[in-house]
């Protein structure tokens, strides 16, 4: 009797170390998981704070250069005016790189992805601004004669520069958007057997077999969207291939069918046009 119970204790005991053990692996894959956040967030908000002291140092700058302008006629004044000007034009290359890897960033990032993105926003309106206020900055010192004609050129070029980076963004974007719209679009249609030839959709007994079909017969539709096909039938059959166990076709209270996509990736991939005939 007593060696049975021993036995008993010793599987209980290997049971429980073995859920230790497993609950500790979770533990310690969710610790990485931490870390690794952890890590790539220290990282973006270190590039946002050197973002934000070089904004300081040009502002500080820009205050030097106003404290100069004072004796235009000297030269040491002149030295500082171009020394700074140099100065801004550097860190305002900078912030504009560091800005564009921010935007990299924020593409594969999944940390607080809406703050981040307003950040950045805000990080940009605050380089367009800067650059606006040298310009005026160079008007001015234009006009008292300061020769700072080779910065002014590479501020411009800056300033183009942020412009051209929106323009691509935007653009990059909008192909992106579009390409990601196309890939989840599908087609589909539902029809007596009658309907479906009229529109050369089925053709002797097959379907879409000929590219003569009327397209406009069917509707479009958004893949990650929508999901469930009202055929207002109480008879209906897919006539396209689909893979099994990728839908359901169930009848509603009143005994009418309703097609539901339970896997859409599964269910799309044969064929992104879906067939149904109805009666």
Request: aromatic share 6%; net charge negative.
């Amino acid at each position: 009797m007593i060696l049975p119970l021993c036995l008993l204790t010793l599987m209980a005991c290997n049971d429980f170390k073995k859920t230790e053990e497993r609950a500790q692996q979770e533990r310690d894959s969710l610790l990485q998981v931490i870390d690794e956040k952890e890590t790539e967030l220290n990282e973006i908000m270190g590039s946002i704070n050197e973002v934000q002291e070089g904004f300081r140092q040009i502002n500080e700058a820009e205050g030097r250069i106003t404290v100069a302008n004072g004796n235009p006629e000297a030269a040491s004044s002149k030295q500082v005016i171009r020394e700074n000007m140099a100065f801004i034009q550097q860190a305002m290359q900078q912030n504009r790189e560091r800005i564009a890897q921010l935007k990299e960033r924020l593409k594969t990032t999944t940390i607080n992805v809406e703050k981040l993105t307003k950040t950045i926003q805000n990080l940009s309106s605050q380089l367009e601004e800067q650059t606006k206020r040298i310009q005026e900055m160079e008007a001015q010192l234009a006009e008292k004669d300061v020769q700072i004609a080779e910065q002014g050129e590479q501020i411009n070029s800056l300033s183009e520069d942020v412009s051209n980076l929106k323009a691509d963004n935007q653009q990059k974007q909008e192909t992106i958007d579009t390409q990601d719209k196309d890939l989840h679009t599908a087609w589909f249609v539902f029809g007596t057997k009658a309907e479906l030839k009229e529109q050369k959709i089925l053709q002797k007994g097959d379907v879409l077999k000929s590219s003569d079909f009327n397209r406009d017969y069917f509707t479009k539709i958004d893949t990650r969207i929508d999901k469930e096909i009202k055929l207002y039938s109480k008879s209906a059959e897919l006539l396209t291939n689909h893979p099994a166990g990728s839908y359901t076709l169930t009848k509603d209270v009143k005994g009418q069918y309703v097609l539901r996509i339970t896997a859409p990736e599964k269910f799309w991939s044969a064929s992104k046009y879906l067939v149904i005939q109805v009666k």
